[in-house]
DNA sequence: GTGGTCTAGACCACC
DNA sequence: GTGGTCTAGACCACG
């Protein structure tokens, strides 16, 4: 159940509540977790990412704060109904705003849109090439 | 001399000496500050951007150790000789870099590079179309 | 963990936080500090030193600057991997810029290279005769 | 008779005033300066090297307190009786400090006497070859 | 006047 | 708890 978590890198300097987070809502749009669907525990998630506990439960609560999560009393933490459709809103609109702050800033950089394409395929094909 | 550094924001999780480095770097790589002419003083910047002069100082402080900037002795800090060209080169390298970064997010939440693709295309012509 | 660091002389000209940079620096180099150890915390090392954590962040700041130490966010600054190497070449580099000043000097004072050598030998045997 | 000053260099971190009170030393240590001979008026030195009067005033300063150069009412600055012994022995004290300075230093960071004159005959030929 | 250093104390995000 | 940032104010060397 928890094989969809395993990228976590604590040096990229995303916060490592955040990487939970957002694999959570991931898993959650892609179909690997359907609503009513119980998560790991805190401790188990934090064993099997090798994190702080806290840092679990932070990206816990803040999954429950927006509706993604609910806790099911006496049982655990469950994935909220409705929550698939939720998580990919989420998903594109987060990765949507911070692809329109990159380009706002390189814009201001006074590159132009061919040249921002041609940096963004070669960091494509730099990173881990597909 | 110092109307090119307006938009200092506190608020937007960018050091301030950060933001105020990159927009010397931005502006001697446009041709706003050649190299050999002074840059303001730490506390006329400071007073004109309305921050500590600590925190100019450590943007310059920054500048110095990579050679964009250098101090003049007793009378303050000048735009180095090869500035432009090496400005030019960091500019770049720090929108590959946060090209990079939004590439690592987006493929943490499983997407795929066409969809990243497509996304970036929509923000292009959505926000200024050029 | 601490016992490395305590000469701090904060009267001889060499600013603290580049005396803490050098010491550690040292320390590495020979083998005190190994790669993955934890260095003191900010805090721990100004109370020990007797100096404004300031200073030491600054310090600190410098060494992650040019790999030496890298921050393990949320519980504290680490030896980077290959620092060892790194920190012989920088310590044996710094030498040789002193040497170099050195030289400039005595040969500004119209020395020539073979009364500069004489004084060298002169001081060798004077010193600790090794 | 101002041909003995020339090699002031503002940027290699010694002070101006230094370098000028030490070339003086070093004309009068080497006879191209005789006692009772007068010295350049600030302002001349000042035009000569292409530095602040302040900076020269500074130098002459330094330089009276030891006893090395007198004012002459109403005449200017001239050097003193005996300076040449004293001259001698102070520059040759300062180079001496200088060196046993470094040579504690690359001690300190482990380094053999023979490793120690490797790195000044290497820093001896890089510089101006003589 | 200039930059450089240091201190003191505050606030923040992260784990 | 950790490091990072920022502010305020002081002192120093240099020109």
Redesign the interface.
């Known amino acids: 159940m928890a094989q969809f978590f395993f ?1 976590i890198n ?7 509540y955040e ?1 939970v987070a ?2 959570i ?3 959650i ?2 179909g690997g977790l359907d609503a009513g669907q119980m998560v790991p525990s805190v401790r188990e998630m934090a064993k099997e990412l090798a994190i ?1 506990p806290n840092t679990v439960s932070r990206a816990y609560r803040q999954l429950q704060d927006c509706g993604v999560l609910e806790t099911v009393r006496g049982s655990g933490v469950a994935v909220a109904k409705g929550a698939k459709a939720q998580c990919k809103k989420m ?2 609109q ?3 705003a ?3 702050h ?12 061919d040249e ?2 041609k ?2 395929n ?3 094909r ?3 090439p ?1």
Do not use: C, Y
């Open positions: 990228d604590t040096n990229n300097g995303v916060p490592v990487q957002r694999q809502v991931s898993a749009a892609s702080n998903r594109s987060a990765i949507s911070r692809i329109a990159v380009i706002v800033e390189a814009r201001q950089s006074q590159l132009t849109d921002i394409l940096m963004i070669s960091e494509m730099k990173k881990h597909q």
